[in-house]
């Protein structure tokens, strides 16, 4: 199975600043045969499910803000909140979609406000 | 408005049965993959099983292999997850969600609870 790690785990940013975090995938996610990154971001605030903010690595799900972008190829990615909003305060979560299953997640980043 | 609504959970006995089940709206169920996704209390997502569009492929992850069965109906627009020879660390939040690899809409899950 890809084992996928994000870090930080935990992570501490002042309103309007930038927040990145990291996933990075034990084996490459990119697809050789359409050039495609089969990684997805979440987002997860408290008692709700997740919601989908990034797939194929950099599109934006639609009605998602442009302050979030997502980046990165091969083994190595990153999601980049460009100013933070005090309604960003959630979990975050990769996930990759490579090949066969099971489909796994990383453990999750914890963003607050400083 | 695209709708998936998870039900069944409940407190079960190890060893016991429980069978999930999910209603979509809003969007051509038949066309789409759908997937069933968990959280145990306090932790981080696992990816549990996927089903395609007409039940033939099917595939789950190794700790349920052998134990849970998806299946679904399209002409009642439903996903089922039956559940069998239940563990405590089956204990989770379980999502109905809609997709094959990246979800797009999520169930706002039920709760199974392995316990004597």
């Known amino acids: 199975d890809i084992v996928m790690t994000q870090s930080p785990d935990s992570l501490a940013v002042s309103l309007g600043e930038r927040a990145t975090i990291n996933c990075k995938s034990s084996q490459s996610v990119l697809n050789s045969s359409d050039t495609k990154n089969y990684l997805a971001w979440y987002q997860q605030k408290p008692g709700q499910p997740p919601k989908l903010l990034i797939y194929w690595a950099s599109t934006r799900e639609s009605g998602v803000p442009d302050r979030f972008s997502g980046s990165g190829s091969g083994t190595d990615f990153t999601l980049t909140i460009s100013s933070l909003q005090a309604e960003d305060v959630a979990v975050y979560y990769c996930?990759?979609?490579?090949?066969?299953?099971?489909?796994?997640f990383g453990q999750g980043t914890k963003l607050e406000i400083k | 408005e695209v709708q998936v609504v998870d039900s069944g959970g409940g407190l079960v006995q190890p060893g016991g049965s429980l069978r999930l089940s999910c209603a979509a709206s809003?969007?051509?169920?038949?066309?789409?993959?759908m997937t069933w996704v968990r959280q145990a209390p306090g932790k981080g997502l696992e990816w549990v099983a996927y089903i395609n569009q007409d039940g033939n492929e099917k595939d789950y992850v190794d700790s349920v292999k052998g134990r849970f069965t998806i299946s679904r109906d399209n002409a009642k627009n439903s996903l089922y997850l039956q559940m069998n020879s239940l563990r405590a660390e089956d204990t989770a939040v379980y999502y109905c969600a809609r997709g094959w690899g990246h979800i797009d809409y999520w169930g706002q899950g039920t709760l199974v609870t392995v316990s004597s």
């Open positions: 996930q990759q979609y490579c090949d066969t299953p099971p489909y796994t």
């Open positions: 809003g969007f051509t169920y038949s066309s789409y993959w």
